[in-house]
């Protein structure tokens, strides 16, 4: 389908910036021939390059940023965390997705929390599982020795990162870091905040990444870290035992996936809730971008509108598919988002959103030894139950032969529990906020599971991979229950209406927010459409008539720190971009 054209407001919006063809660009496309990486981090991004440049392919890059965005980007991310790894070998024509998200403790109930979940003690930390999927793929997949991978991440933390003004400022917002001895000794080392260029060194660290490096996965989850990690958490109030850490596995799944407008969307499945982006995709389908131009109220509001019916699913079906079955084929199904499509009135919010019976599209019944929902049916199903900023990280990489990792991984909320554990140097996790405590929520804690989580990574292709098709796009953002509304935006940005990678995130950004949708504990949250306030000024008023409830935000204060890589068809360049919105950076080779 041809794009739309540019109105003269989108028109207006270019000649402001100085990189923009069809929207708003302040930095160039980044591009390469050999291979591009994308972080949150600049160091990070150049560390994967290293790795590239070393002749690492794709995998053996991402194992580098891993481990390189502990020390860089500490706020973000740890290998105290969790995440999902999304692998693509082109030449096996092959996708798959490495589960690195961990269980709750064995302990974990929810009488537990009687006072509600905290945010910064160790009783708020789950198995960190992105070790396990970062080795576990390397195995699969790398090529270089693993100690070559970890070489640049163990530089950082011996040399140290310049802190930098984004990470300053939010840092001094946290008064664990400051207080908590191991914490303090990173992030504080002088009794005082860490100012902008300021080295942040972690030694420990290193220790424990060179630990990884000589003994693999068994020195994190049974050897010495793990023995250290538990000590610490016995000592502190936590929950987290050495048989919790001993009994984590990676998961690897295959990734689910929709077509739209005849290319191939992959995403992680559930306990990912990359499904709403897919759903999104299919409800935005039934639109004609030319009919609802960039950034126009008709296409903020079908977008929003779109969103708000897959949240619904979302709450309702979807939780940790070994205990909960989800109608998940129903809910991809082109038929069941046409049935949804109907229930959207251009011209007006819908009052009230419900989920859908998506059982109804799916050629089974369910399981009735698991856990599930199922509108109007109260045999062993599962009522959602109403209720009332976050922090990740996201990278990507494609390699000179054509393969390509997309990675999320996360400590939850800014800087996780803000504990350091012991003498590992380790940031550890407060996953355990995802939580629901609610008698019958879907999501409702249970020790043992993995918790229902935001992380998505995307990847789109010309056609299915098995199939041959071929690398078009792989991008992702931070931003927990943003995410997906995030990459909703630039996807479209970049197929529907011809936005460059850099357009389609440097671009004005909106971000809804949906009562009883939210996933943080206390799961509330107000019902409100934020934009940032470089929008085309008449969409503002188009949204408002529609019902919308308006938060006019600074011209980047948007969610989401989005990174993509476009692939260009005919001669293969890569094309790099990241957010500006935080500190990511692109390098291309």
Not at 493 to 519: C, I, K, M, N
């Amino acid at each position: 389908m041809p794009v739309s054209s540019s109105s003269e407001s989108d028109h207006n919006m270019t000649n402001r910036t100085p990189h923009g063809e069809r929207g708003q660009a302040f930095r160039p496309v980044r591009m390469g021939a050999k291979g591009a990486v994308v972080a949150n981090h600049p160091l990070a991004a150049q560390a994967g390059l290293q790795t590239l440049m070393r002749g690492g392919n794709a995998v053996d890059a991402a194992v580098t940023v891993g481990f390189a965005l502990g020390p860089s980007e500490p706020q973000g991310s740890s290998i105290g965390g969790d995440g999902f790894v999304m692998v693509h070998m082109r030449d096996k024509k092959l996708i798959r997705v490495a589960n690195g998200t961990g269980a709750a403790p064995l302990a974990a109930t929810p009488d537990r929390f009687g006072g509600g979940i905290p945010q910064m003690e160790f009783s708020a930390v789950s198995v960190p599982g992105i070790v396990d999927a970062l080795l576990s793929a390397h195995e699969k997949y790398g090529s270089l020795p693993l100690a070559t991978c970890l070489e640049p991440a163990i530089e950082l933390c011996e040399d140290g990162v310049p802190v930098s003004h984004f990470q300053s400022v939010s840092a001094a917002k946290y008064d664990v870091l400051m207080t908590a001895p191991t914490s303090a000794a990173v992030f504080a080392p002088d009794g005082r905040p860490l100012a902008p260029g300021d080295l942040r060194r972690n030694p420990d660290l290193a220790k424990t990444y060179r630990l990884i490096a000589e003994q693999g996965r068994s020195a994190f989850y049974e050897g010495e870290i793990a023995r250290e990690i538990a000590r610490f958490s016995e000592e502190n109030g936590g929950l987290l035992t050495l048989e919790d850490l001993k009994l984590h596995k990676v998961r690897w799944d295959d990734p689910i996936s929709t077509t739209y407008r005849g290319r191939t969307v992959y995403e992680a499945p559930p306990n990912s809730t990359g499904h709403v982006l897919l759903q999104q995709l299919n409800l935005f389908e039934h639109v004609d971008p030319a009919n609802a131009p960039y950034l126009s109220a008709e296409s903020v509001h079908m977008m929003v509108e779109a969103k708000r019916l897959a949240f619904a699913d979302r709450e309702a079906y979807v939780a940790d598919p070994e205990f909960v079955d989800i109608p998940m084929e129903g809910m991809l199904s082109k038929e069941y988002a046409a049935s949804r499509f109907g229930l959207i009135d251009p011209e007006r919010v819908t009052d009230q959103v419900e989920p859908g019976d998506a059982w109804a599209f799916q050629d089974r019944a369910p399981d009735e030894s698991r856990r599930f929902f199922r509108p109007g049916v109260e045999s062993g199903s599962v009522s959602p139950v109403p209720s009332g900023g976050s922090e990740t990280t996201h990278f990507c990489v494609v390699d000179r032969w054509g393969n390509s990792v997309g990675e999320l991984q996360s400590i939850q909320t800014m800087f996780g529990s803000c504990l350091i554990a012991g003498s590992t140097g380790i940031l550890m996790n407060n996953r355990m906020t995802y939580w629901h405590l609610e008698d019958g929520h879907i999501n409702q804690l249970r020790p043992g599971q993995r918790v229902r989580h935001t992380m998505n990574p995307v990847m789109v292709f010309s056609g299915p991979v098995e199939d041959g098709g071929r690398l078009e796009l792989v991008c992702g953002t931070p931003g927990a229950d943003t995410q997906v509304q995030t990459n909703l935006q630039v996807v479209t940005g970049v197929f529907d209406y011809g936005l460059t990678v850099a357009e389609a995130l440097e671009g004005p950004r909106w971000t809804h927010f949906q009562s009883g949708t939210d996933s943080t504990y206390p799961h509330g949250t107000r019902d409100e459409l934020s934009i940032e306030d470089r929008i085309p000024e008449e969409s503002p008023e188009g949204l408002r008539k529609r019902g919308h409830a308006l938060e006019m935000v600074g011209p980047f204060e948007g969610n989401g720190s989005e990174g993509a890589i476009q692939v260009q068809q005919e001669s293969g360049a890569l094309m790099a971009a990241s957010d500006p919105r935080r500190d990511g950076d692109s390098a291309v080779w």
